[in-house]
């Protein structure tokens, strides 16, 4: 987290999404603690070993760009998850407010599934509030997990006060929001840092 917010160290892209890949692993192993396992027996070239395996994988879904590299994390630990994906942006209108629009979903069905949605940063929460809305308009979920890095109170608020039924996981709440909906002191633009300024 450290290495997350030093805007020195944000000047290398690589390193930057290694540490919210980094940050998505520790996310899936806390994660997993609240999953339900199976005593399944292997055999190795000495004997039987009973080991506890998942019942089921999760889905992972993120919120495309900036949630890749942590949405990367979580999938080197589910390594057989199936995967979502969203594109949601920002649209400004008049006097520089902002609506969030939903361009596609591309997912496999989860229907009776545990889904793990994750975005480096829960700024007003609209956007995933949205996210999560159309994947549980489209789908009867089983379970839902929300992942973020840093979220503003503001926005952590709105989720809970939104989806209520959510488990939420965050790796820091920062107290305040600029006008134009960016975390303080949050740490940037996370899609900027990890793949290069947009236009």
Known sequence: MAELRDAD???DSMRFRRNLERLGEIFAYEISKGFNYTNTDFETPLGTSTVQVFNEFPVLATILRAGLPLHQGLLNYFDKADSAFISAYRRTTKGSKFIVEIEYVSSPPLIDKTVIISDPMLATGESMVLCCKELTRQFRI???HIVA???SKVGLAHVKANLPNAHIWIGA???ELTTRSYIVPGLGDAGDLAYGAKE
Do not use: C, G, P, R
Request: glycine letters at 0%; zero cysteines.
């Open 173 to 175: 709440v920062d107290e």
């Open 9 to 11: 160290i944000q000047q």
């Open 149 to 151: 890095v840093i979220a």
């Open 142 to 144: 089983k379970d839902l």
